[in-house]
């Protein structure tokens, strides 16, 4: 089949100018094979897709020459070679600046995520004072937080390595679990205030140590940043309960003096 008769090879000369970003002028002046069609009666010009991205790419080089030509007649090479390298440099850093910031924003976005973990688990029930110390079995771990033995066993480090049936670090064991995902032992948590206090512990203990990672490597305007964009968050909230508060009170008063009012006219009334 001939590339003239096959679908999507080729288009009227308006509309691949179109697609192309061309002009007739330049598809004429380049004499690029064509046929003539009708259409009731009008015809009208055919160019191949293919011809079209060709010309397209030979233009957009001519130009590109012709804007170095140019830059070169005014600079001289020297001058031309020194503002490639200005522009090169520029581009580089804007591309290392773009991928700092999206690596700041990413950080940002996971010690915010901590931050409203933790802060959720205390104002829900509180929090243990520590985890520094605190051990567990491995069946008590199955048992209290779905920490399978097998997720222990070779990963954790126990607390007496010779023991027989050795402890390991609650804090540890507790990582695991929440790595898995919190709906892994959601219902643990809610049979149990102190497993729900010490799982708040470890939260905070987390976000704790990821500020100090990040102010370690000098990002602590990242923690500053998640604070300020924290509380704010919370007073935008406060403000719109306490705009709902007034409203009711409003309503409540509005109400009172209905009230008021109904037991007056029905006094009256008798």
Same mark, same amino acid.
């Given at each position: ?46 160019? #191949?897709?293919?011809?079209? +991205?060709? $010309? %397209? /790419?030979?233009?957009? !080089?001519?130009? @590109? ?5 140019? *830059? ?18 520029? #581009?580089?850093?804007?591309? +290392?600046? $773009? %991928? /700092?910031?999206?690596? !700041?924003?990413? @950080? ?5 995520? *901590? ?26 771990? %199955? ?128």
């Amino acid at each position: 089949t001939s590339v003239w008769n096959t679908k999507g090879e080729t288009a009227s000369l308006k509309n691949a100018c179109r697609q192309y970003g061309l002009t007739e002028k330049q598809v004429r002046r380049a004499n690029l094979p064509c046929q003539y069609r009708s259409f009731h009666g009008n015809p009208y010009m055919v160019v #191949k897709l293919s011809d079209m +991205a060709a $010309l %397209k /790419a030979t233009l957009q !080089k001519q130009a @590109k020459e012709a804007a170095k030509q140019k *830059l070169i007649d005014e600079l001289g090479e020297h001058g031309y070679a020194k503002k490639m390298a200005e522009l090169k440099a520029a #581009k580089m850093k804007e591309k +290392a600046d $773009l %991928k /700092a910031a999206k690596e !700041k924003e990413q @950080k940002a976005d996971k010690l915010s995520s *901590l931050l409203f973990d933790a802060l959720a688990a205390v104002s829900k029930g509180g929090i243990s004072p520590t985890l520094t110390g605190a051990t567990i079995t491995k069946t008590a771990a %199955k048992k209290e937080w779905r920490v399978k033995p097998e997720e222990i066993v070779g990963h954790l480090k126990p607390v007496d390595p010779t023991k027989k049936h050795p402890k390991y670090y609650l804090a540890d064991v507790i990582e695991v679990a929440h790595n898995k995902g919190v709906n892994t032992f959601s219902a643990e948590l809610e049979s149990s205030l102190d497993r729900r206090k010490l799982y708040a512990r470890y939260l905070v203990d987390a976000f704790h140590a990821q500020c100090k990672a990040y102010e370690a490597l000098g990002d602590s305007d990242i923690v500053q940043k998640v604070g300020r964009e924290a509380s704010g968050s919370i007073e935008k909230a406060l403000g719109e309960y306490e705009q709902l508060v007034t409203r009711y009170q409003e309503h409540v008063l509005k109400e009172k003096e209905r009230i008021t009012n109904l037991d007056r006219l029905l006094k009256d009334a008798v």
